[in-house]
């Protein structure tokens, strides 16, 4: 299970939303099968629809 929280504790470098948005492709794309969305991510440029935009790259994104 990933979790949102864990990617950012991971990545400090992250900043923006657009920069979180790679990471959770790549880490779907590197095998990981059910992501959890357990905090808000903390940037400025965070979309009012931030869960819906990151499920639909976590589950776009090849598995594998």
Avoid: N
């Amino acid at each position: 299970m990933l979790w949102l929280s864990e990617i950012l504790l991971q990545h400090h470098e992250l900043g923006s939303f657009e920069d979180l948005v790679t990471v959770v492709a790549e880490r779907a794309r590197s095998g990981e099968r059910f992501f959890s969305m357990d905090v808000k991510p903390p940037f400025q440029d965070t979309p009012e629809d931030w869960e819906e935009r990151l499920e639909a790259i976590f589950s776009g994104a090849p598995h594998g």
